[in-house]
Structure formats: structure tokens, C-alpha cells
């Protein structure tokens, strides 16, 4: 396990994307102009007419388990960091009420609205490095030095 092992202050955040954003880039966005050292979504509603999914079956050597949604979605969940190298997990929902969920690469593009809290906690810093177990970068939690 990697924490920082500590608890910490939080900041809260809200942001309401409009029709034709592009979600994951504006977080992004959010969290730079800001400067937020250990950003997470707290909440998300709302709803998307596109989105890239990286799906459960891929691994670091087989990353085309990737689907292309287009048509109207419902944001179920949004969950995950918000450091330069986001990793979040959404689930949306069809006009049929399906859901389909995964990693997000990109493209959420909103459709009616985007309604995000973000938190930051305030004393801590997130980072990601490779993991050589997963081949991925992962995160790592450090306490937040009081000259940063």
C-alpha cells in the first residue's frame, strides 16, 4: 500500500460545463489554472453525446480494449484524481437505461450539462509513477511540504 497515511483539510470546488465542452480536458484545465496538487471528483451529473473508454480487459500490453461511444448519455458516476495524469472511471447510461463504464481517455463531450464538485486535499500531493507490477503509472500520495 502507498499513502501518506494521514488525513487532510479539504477544499471544495464546483464547475458546471456547458453544452459541446469537452470534460476531461476542462478539468484539466481547472485543476492547472489553479494549481491543485491532489484534485479528485467528489460528484458529477449530467450528460454526454461522446466519450472514449479504455475497458477492464486491457492491460499495459493490450491497450485497444478501447470503445468510441456517440449518441445521448447520462453521466451515472465520475470518480478518480485529478493530478496531471488524470485517472478517472465513469459509468454512463442509454436512452434504454444501459450502463457501460471504464477508464476515461477523452472525448466526453457534454451534452446538455456537466455539473462537478472537486475536492483537493489540502495537505497532500499526488503523483503517479511507472509501477512496474502494472505497467502503468500509478498514484503515489505524499504529505505536502509547507514551502510548495
Known amino acids: 500500500m502507498n499513502s501518506a497515511g494521514a488525513g487532510s ?55 485497444k480494449e478501447v470503445i468510441h461511444l456517440t449518441g445521448r448519455y447520462e453521466i451515472v458516476s465520475l470518480v478518480g484524481t485529478l493530478n496531471r495524469d488524470a485517472h478517472l472511471h465513469i459509468s454512463l447510461s442509454d436512452a434504454e437505461g444501459k450502463t457501460i463504464g471504464g477508464h476515461v481517455l477523452g472525448d466526453l463531450e457534454v451534452f446538455t450539462t456537466a455539473e462537478v464538485v472537486i475536492g483537493e486535499a489540502a495537505d497532500l500531493l499526488f503523483i503517479r509513477e511507472m509501477d512496474d507490477q502494472t505497467g502503468f503509472p500509478e498514484l503515489v500520495v505524499r504529505p505536502r511540504s509547507t514551502t510548495e
Do not use: D, W
Not at 21 to 42: H, K, N, T, Y
Open 9 to 63: 483539510n479539504l477544499h471544495v470546488y464546483a464547475v458546471r460545463f456547458c453544452p459541446g465542452q469537452e470534460i476531461l480536458g476542462s478539468l484539466q484545465a481547472f485543476v492547472e489554472e489553479r494549481r491543485l496538487q491532489a484534485p479528485f471528483i467528489m460528484t458529477c451529473v449530467g450528460s454526454v453525446t461522446k466519450a472514449t473508454l479504455r475497458l477492464a480487459n486491457a492491460s499495459a500490453t493490450n491497450t
